[in-house]
């Protein structure tokens, strides 16, 4: 299953508006600490709102970890001394709550002070993230198919029909380049297509990029046939047990 995790910034509110305190934000956080630490090593440092999947932009450069550039970034916002936050995350997510505590001390760092603020999923999902009743908020998705016309559209087309994941982004540029894509038939210009936008919501620091998760699955040796579908289906009549 192909998954990234991110903290998504309401655009909608200042001030997240700004593109200046979004790489400030994405620059400020170490998420090789975050892979190492919460996950073990388990991941990678994610670079894109589409998960490694196909015509994921395996070119995009993700966010340095570079305090000194991430004080420069704040310095030319309209909050060039930090300001005060907070971010909603799941409650019993022992990940979430670890991540989001790097985070804290990594913003903190360069003058933004974040509490952590928890509640249940669906409340959280249902009224906070689909209202853009938040700030931040911690969040990820996975894919349902293969072709990533569904997650371009879900998380980065303002167009799209939910606010761009529910951040409030927009670029002018990203809705006719989507519908681009989905009328190209050549595979390789809708990949360079796809590459553009990636690399478009990149640049503007659309949400705090985390990571790509490694699925990880626990079997039995007796167990044979079993594997994972790249949209994280299990075909369960492939497999069978030796004893």
């Known amino acids: ?138 969040q990820y998705h996975t894919t349902d198919i293969i072709d990533p016309d569904e997650i371009i559209n879900y998380a980065i087309n303002p167009d799209g029909g939910n606010q761009a994941i529910w951040t409030g982004y927009k670029n002018a540029e990203i809705p006719k380049l989507t519908m681009d894509a989905q009328t190209e038939l050549d595979p390789k210009k809708r990949e360079a297509i796809y590459h553009q936008i990636q690399q478009i919501s990149l640049d503007d620091a659309q949400v705090l990029f985390l990571y790509f998760p490694t699925s990880r699955i626990g079997l039995r040796d007796y167990v044979q046939g079993f594997k994972v579908q790249p949209t994280g289906n299990y075909r369960m009549w492939e497999v069978w047990r030796n004893q």
């Open 1 to 138: 299953m192909s998954r990234v995790d991110y903290i998504a910034l309401n655009h909608t509110r200042a001030p997240f508006d700004d593109i200046n305190v979004r790489k400030a934000i994405n620059l400020a956080v170490n998420k090789d600490q975050i892979v190492q630490t919460v996950l073990f090593g388990n991941g990678e440092v994610a670079n894109s709102l589409l998960p490694k999947m196909l015509w994921w932009n395996d070119a995009g450069k993700p966010y340095p970890y570079d305090p000194d550039a991430a004080k420069q970034a704040l310095a030319k916002s309209k909050v060039p001394n930090g300001f005060q936050t907070d971010v909603l995350i799941s409650s019993g997510n022992s990940t979430q709550q670890q991540y989001a505590t790097i985070v804290q001390q990594n913003l903190a760092a360069i003058g933004i002070q974040m509490t952590i603020n928890q509640m249940d999923e669906l409340t959280l999902y249902n009224d906070y993230f689909q209202k853009l009743d938040y700030n931040m908020l911690a």
